[in-house]
């Protein structure tokens, strides 16, 4: 084995292990914050980003964080999604309901 061979394979598993360390702690975040099922499904997500990303797959510049906000876009994606299909959306009968004032929240969130 040449050396540049083994210089090769050395940061290939320095990046495989980026990899392995991203992947864990976005699954450990997963698991802990939406369960089980979730964690299963955003890590089948995670490696289908990472197989959509556009450098070749034994490059050394791959950006792991990329891949988890991808991933983690599908999952806010899916459970935005089956939370309306679990809440039933109801109309108010209340007539006596305020508007929501000109100084609301979002006002306040988006001068910070």
Same mark, same amino acid.
């Given at each position: 084995?040449?050396?540049?061979?083994?210089?090769?394979? &050395?940061?290939?598993? =320095?990046? @495989?292990?980026? +990899? !392995?360390?991203?992947? *864990?702690?976005?699954?450990?975040?997963?698991?802990?914050?939406?369960?089980?099922?979730?964690?299963? &499904?955003?890590?089948? =997500?995670? @490696?289908?980003? +990472? !197989?959509?990303?556009? *450098?070749?797959?034994?490059?050394?510049?791959?950006?792991?964080?990329?891949?988890?906000?991808?991933?983690?876009?599908?999952?806010?994606?899916?459970?935005?999604? !089956?939370?309306?299909?679990?809440?039933?959306?109801?109309?108010?009968?209340?007539?006596?309901a305020s508007p929501i004032p000109s100084s609301n929240c979002l006002s306040s969130v988006l001068l910070v």
């Amino acid at each position: 084995m040449d050396t540049r061979e083994s210089f090769s394979d &050395l940061i290939y598993a =320095d990046e @495989l292990h980026a +990899a !392995e360390g991203e992947l *864990s702690a976005f699954i450990g975040a997963v698991t802990q914050l939406f369960g089980p099922e979730q964690a299963k &499904l955003s890590a089948d =997500d995670w @490696l289908d980003e +990472a !197989e959509l990303m556009d *450098s070749p797959p034994r490059s050394i510049s791959r950006d792991w964080r990329a891949v988890t906000v991808a991933a983690s876009a599908r999952l806010a994606n899916r459970v935005t999604v !089956e939370l309306h299909h679990r809440t039933p959306l109801v109309a108010s009968t209340d007539a006596e309901a305020s508007p929501i004032p000109s100084s609301n929240c979002l006002s306040s969130v988006l001068l910070v």
